[in-house]
Structures are given as C-alpha cells and as structure tokens.
C-alpha cells in the first residue's frame, strides 16, 4: 500500500500549491444551459477550474456539472449544479470529509452558521463561520486527472483510452494540536465530456507517532431531499436519485453494484429543522465510508489513500438512461473493461488436449484458451517442472496467435487453521462468507499472491481468471502478517487483493473475476445466472439465457458480463441438458453461440473440444466470422426491447451514433409458430433524427422515417423457434 500511495502523493504535490489568484476568472457567460444529451452528442466543453471575480470561490465546470467551493474562512463546498437539468442538488453546507482518530472525530473543512438547511443562500455564506479543531484549508493544486492503473491494452476494445481531465487537490492542515503532522489532501476529478467528479482523501503522517484511522469519511453531502413524507419511515423513503455514487470497495458475489456496495450511507439531518418529517428521519446526508475499517495504525511516513467515490449525475429517472451514464463512466474510469477476447474454457487432462484446443480456436477465430476449472493445470505448483511445461505451451499458444490464461479459486475453501480468517464471535476458524476461507494476509495469502505474480511473469501467460477473490471477510488473528488485528483486517485483505490486480493490468493480463473489483483492474464478471439452471434442458437454457443476458446489460456493457455454454454435463441434466456430441446438436449450438454473440458477450464454452467434425467446425467459424464483422456495434451499448418469457417474441437492440452501423437488433421466436409483429423500435439513442435505413440479415434496406419520438413502427415475420437480425443506418 505504501509504495501505491507514495505514487499518488508525489503527483498530488508535484505542482507548488497555487493560490486563487492563478486560476482563470469565472464568467457567468459559461453557466448557460446544455442543450444536447450527451449520452447521444459529445459536449465539447472542457473540464476547467476557475476563480470568482472577487476571489472567494473555486469553480469547477465542464459544461453538464458546475461545483463551487469557498475558501474562507475554511473550505466548503457551497454548489452542486446538475447544468443539463438545472437542477441544484446541495440544500446545505457539510464538511469536505471527516475522520475518527483514536476514537475522536474531526472535521475536514466545512463551515458553521446556516440555520435553515432547506436550502442555501449565497449571500449567507460571509456570515459563516470555521471550526477552531476541524482540518484548515492551506491552498490547492491543479493538475490534469492521473490514471490509477498502468493499464497497457492487450485484446480487442471498442475504445480503450482513459478518460481526460481536471484534478484539484485542496490542502488542509490540522486544527487540532493532537494531530500535529498528519496533511490531509482532498482530491476532486473533473472529467470531460461527462457530468462526472471523482473524490478521495490523501492522509500523510509527517509526525514521529502513530496514529489510528478508525474511520475515513471522504464525502458528506447535504442533498435535497426525494422523498416528503409527514410520518414517513426513513427505510421507505426514497434517496437522492440526483447522483449515482459508486467507489472502488465492493464486493459479495452479487454480480451487481447496488448489492455489493459497502460504503454508501444516508442519513438523517436532525439539524434540518424545517423538513416535513415530523420525526426528522428524511434520508437526505450522504455519507461515503466503510462499513469496517480502515481501523489501521498509520505510522510515521505512512500515506493513506481512501477509496475513491465516482459521483455521476443523472439526467433522469429512466432506468435505460441511468445503465447507460454508468456504462459511459467506465468507459472513461476503466477502459479496460471494453477489452472483449474471444475464449473457449478448456477442461483438459493432458497437455496434448491443450494443444488441440490452440489449434481449433486458431483454425475458426477464437481468440484465446482458459484453462477451466477441473484441467490438469495447477497454479500452486511451484515447481521448476510446473512452470517449464506451462511456459512451453503459452509458447505454443502464442505461436498460434491464441491467448492462453488460467483458472486459481482463492477464497469459499479451508487452507488450515493457522491460515484460515478467524471469527471474532469464537476465536477459530470460520465464520466467513463461505464459511470457512484464507486469510489474504496470513503467510499463506501473501505466498499465493506473490506465486501468481511469478507465475505470470515466467510463463507469459494472458489471462488469470480468479474464482472467489476477497470477498470481504474480517480476520481477528492477531499473528497474521499481513495485518495486525481485527479492526484493519478488511482494509488490508482488500488491499492486497487489489494490489494483485493493479500488477496483473500494469502487466497487461486480462481478468476475470466474479466480484466487483472493476476499478481496480478487473475486465469482466460473470453475467449473473444459476449454475444449476444449466442442467435443465437446452430448450429451457436458451430462453434462461436470454433472460440472463436481458437482465445483466442494464449497468453493464456487454464486454464486462460473461455467460456460460456447457457443452459437456453440468451439474447434472443428462443427454437432455448436453450439447456434446456437439454434431448432433448443431442447431442448439448455433442458437446459444448467436445469442452471447448477437448481445456481444463471451460465455464460457466449457468442454474439451470446440468442434467434433467438418460441419460443426464450419459452424462455429460462420458465427465467430459474423461476429467479428458487426464486432464493434456488437459491443456498443444495449437497449432492452422486450425480455423473453417463452410466450412471444423478445430482443435486444445495440446502439452506437458513432459508428456507421448504428444499431442492431436481435429478435427471438421462441414459439411453435409462425409470427409477425409490428412493434415500436427505440432509435434515439442511435443519434438518428430523421430516417432510419433497417436491413434485415443483410437483405435489401427498408427506409422507415422516424415518429416524433424517434421511434419506428418496424414489422417482421419470423418461423417457429428461430431468430433474426437487423442492421440499422
């Protein structure tokens, strides 16, 4: 952790801290209002920061997000503007952050003397007032946005480059005589071209003594209230759906987000007094911090880096619109999760089934070989004989133009009771999430992370794919070295986990892992499916499928989901549930393989053979040829037409306004007749206005003029369980 947070340090302080006067005036001229959604149409204002004319106030503006900062008597932030909407989102002035140190609290910035917290007045803020112990603001540097990742790019992409930027980072000092030494840096990133701000905190113990970090808060927000209800509950009242909050301390298996987020809290304001709940329970402060820890002991020249908050805002309650200004805020925060290989997942028993899976996946397209859970490959060896057999045959591989990667499950097993995260309800081994698991920072969990990096570093090989990373488990060991009791267990097990993957992208190895550890380096997460589904019967696992690939495209695109396509037995389900033999089944096959693809996401075909003779070969190399020509609207963002249900059609469309290409639409008739239909297509999103030029499976174009709510009325005919494709222009 501290040589990552040495790093950060020095680019924050590279620059001598500016003052107000060096910054460019503000003028009121740019405050005008957006006119273009910029989910469709670029802004083409840059993130910039500015002074007030008077010299009271930072501006942070980029044309859609306008926040506004004064300096004194101690640093505030006084605006929160939403310029596409208008809308201002602060209703009342919070501290910039807040810490518990040796079980006291402090402040970060802020200023006291606003009595109604409805709203805010400008013109109050002179009579204002800073706290005698909170954290003073000492000036600021400015600087272009740092990317956290040295992130090399390694497999095809529909955009790879971070996005551009402003940072500013406010300096404060300690109020508090106790804290002397300790520098705290409040760190904003203003992104271009999305209504989009990154905050964390930087804390550097210059001093010669300890001290704890019970608790980094590194975003307080006085927001206006959602919801107004007399006598409403807090738990039933609706949050703030102005921002979109997400940091880089996620996890649980959930496969999305919203379930794996561990540090987003509201909660009640009881200083503001004239809010409608009679009981003051309004959920209108956000607070952004761990749920546990840090609880780390930072020593004399130690830095600290918190997590970082991505404040997104949002334009409106659609839930089309809202996944898609999350799927646009990766693509700038974490291109590569845009990489989408082509990959088979191999279950071999000897290295010659290696090798005869390099040479299918070469001869019809594939793009690389994962070496599945259940192969002959064992990551742990550590012998010179291991390593040399596995290097030779990522040579082969590579000789071949195939990317080769690997399976390793860390956590949800027992290693032994000296490794093993200990429960703090009984001192032993267990109560972990999956019961009982390592401890990443035991002797044990540093060896395996320092093993796959020398793993990797020998045998050159692409991919590691990390079944059950960190899952979030606390440790109360006290003779782990990796971290020194309960209360920082968390914060260092993660830390360790993250900083593998920071080493594997800087390496340029691609990564799957199934928790969210996207900002962190990780490419890709499982869909979201049930195992056991995939012993039911092929017609079944079709339409599940589908639903799979409906449901987890709402706030990921389609590069960052996998699905899953066995083609021997799993978990049971017989002939009925198999594809193998693979020639007997083509026409499922073919559907499964259409239906990733046509969503533009890679399942896990997992068995030890891609094809079993001539006519399926020529199969799966017509698939993987269509794919790679509408490769790039393939992996542009989709839009959800109608989720499949068994009794009627359903679809999906992709849409891209940049590329020629502009959407794509796959349809499905999962019904024992013929069907047509004439149904409402949503092309607002394809940046086309007038007329809409609808080609179905390259056939001759049909020219549709677009309704005034940019939709078209398209009619189709398709047989009894098949599918279609439409290209947009």
Excluded at 324 to 344: D, G, H
Excluded at 517 to 531: M, V
Aim: proline share 5%; with cysteine; charged share 20%.
């Amino acid at each position: 952790m501290v040589k990552k947070s040495l790093l950060i340090f020095i680019a924050l302080i590279g620059a001598v801290v500016a003052g107000a006067q060096d910054l460019p005036v503000w003028n009121e001229s740019l405050n005008s209002a957006v006119t273009n959604d910029w989910l469709v149409k670029p802004v083409g204002t840059k993130a910039g920061v500015f002074r007030s004319s008077d010299g009271k106030d930072v501006v942070l503006y980029n044309g859609l997000v306008k926040r506004v900062f004064r300096l004194g008597p101690n640093l505030s932030c006084t605006g929160y503007a939403n310029l596409y909407t208008g809308r201002q989102l602060l209703r009342a002035i919070s501290p910039e952050g807040r810490l518990i140190i040796d079980g006291k609290n402090y402040n970060i910035g802020g200023l006291y003397g606003q009595h109604q917290k409805a709203y805010l007045l400008p013109q109050w803020i002179d009579g204002f007032t800073a706290g005698a112990n909170d954290f003073k603001y000492a000036g600021f540097t400015v600087g272009p946005i740092i990317p956290q990742l040295r992130y090399k790019k390694r497999f095809w992409a529909s955009d790879s480059r971070y996005g551009t930027g402003k940072t500013i980072s406010f300096h404060f000092i300690p109020g508090a005589h106790e804290l002397a030494g300790l520098e705290v840096w409040v760190n904003y990133e203003l992104y271009d071209g999305l209504p989009l701000i990154v905050k964390s905190l930087t804390i550097k113990n210059n001093s010669d003594k300890r001290f704890k970090l019970d608790r980094v808060v590194n975003e307080v927000l006085g927001l206006v209230e959602e919801d107004s209800a007399v006598d409403g509950s807090f738990l039933k009242m609706k949050k703030p759906q102005g921002i979109y909050f997400e940091t880089n301390y996620a996890f649980n298996n959930a496969m999305r987000y919203e379930q794996s987020d561990q540090t987003t809290h509201w909660e009640t304001d009881t200083g503001y007094t004239s809010q409608v709940n009679s009981n003051r329970q309004t959920p209108v402060l956000m607070e952004n911090y761990e749920d546990k820890g840090p609880g780390i002991e930072l020593k004399p020249g130690e830095i600290f880096n918190s997590v970082r908050t991505h404040e997104l805002l949002m334009n409106s309650y659609d839930r089309e619109a809202r996944g898609l200004a999350v799927r646009k805020m990766y693509s700038a925060v974490a291109p590569w999760t845009l990489e989408n290989p082509i990959f088979m997942h191999l279950v071999s028993k000897n290295d010659a089934e290696v090798k005869t899976a390099i040479d299918q996946c070469a001869a019809v397209g594939y793009e690389a070989v994962i070496l599945s859970f259940g192969s002959h490959l064992h990551i742990e060896d550590t012998s010179a004989a291991n390593i040399k057999r596995w290097k030779a045959l990522a040579a082969y591989a590579h000789s071949k133009h195939i990317a080769i990667g690997c399976y390793s499950l860390f956590s949800s097993r027992s290693i032994g009771p000296e490794t093993d995260v200990i429960d703090p309800a009984t001192g032993k081994p267990g109560g972990a999430f999956f019961g009982h698991a390592p401890c990443y920072g035991s002797k044990w969990g540093l060896w395996y992370r320092d093993n796959i990096e020398h793993f990797f570093t020998i045998t050159s090989f692409d991919i590691f794919e990390n079944d059950g990373p960190y899952p979030g488990d606390v440790c109360a060991s006290t003779t782990h070295p990796g971290h020194e009791g309960l209360d920082d267990s968390q914060w260092r097990q993660m830390e360790i986990q993250k900083g593998l993957y920071h080493w594997l992208n800087g390496h340029g190895v691609y990564i799957n892992a199934p928790d969210w550890y996207f900002l962190d380096g990780t490419n890709k997460i499982a869909l979201g499916y049930r195992e056991a589904n995939f012993s039911l019967p092929r017609a079944d696992q079709e339409i599940l499928n589908r639903q799979n690939i409906f449901d987890g495209t709402w706030d990921k695109t389609p590069s960052m989901g996998w699905g899953l396509v066995p083609l021997t037995e799993y978990e049971g389900g017989g002939a009925a549930a198999t594809i193998e033999p693979l020639a007997d089944h083509l026409k499922d096959y073919r559907q499964l393989m259409m239906q990733y693809y046509g969503a533009g996401i890679q399942a896990c075909y997992r068995g030890p053979r891609l094809y079993d003779n001539p006519e399926t070969e020529k199969v799966v190399a017509e698939v993987i040829n269509w794919y790679k020509k509408y490769r790039g609207i393939l992996n542009s963002d989709v839009i959800h037409l109608r989720r499949a249900d068994g009794r009627d059609w359903d679809g999906i469309l992709h849409v891209n306004p940049y590329l020629k290409n502009k959407g794509l639409i796959m349809i499905y008739n999962p019904t024992n007749e013929t069907i047509t239909r004439k149904v409402k297509i949503p092309l607002y999103y394809t940046g086309l206005t007038e007329v809409a030029r609808v080609l179905e499976e390259e056939g001759p174009p049909k020219v549709y003029k677009l309704n005034r709510d940019y939709t078209i009325d398209m009619e189709f005919s398709l047989g009894p369980d098949s599918y279609t494709w439409f290209v947009i222009q």
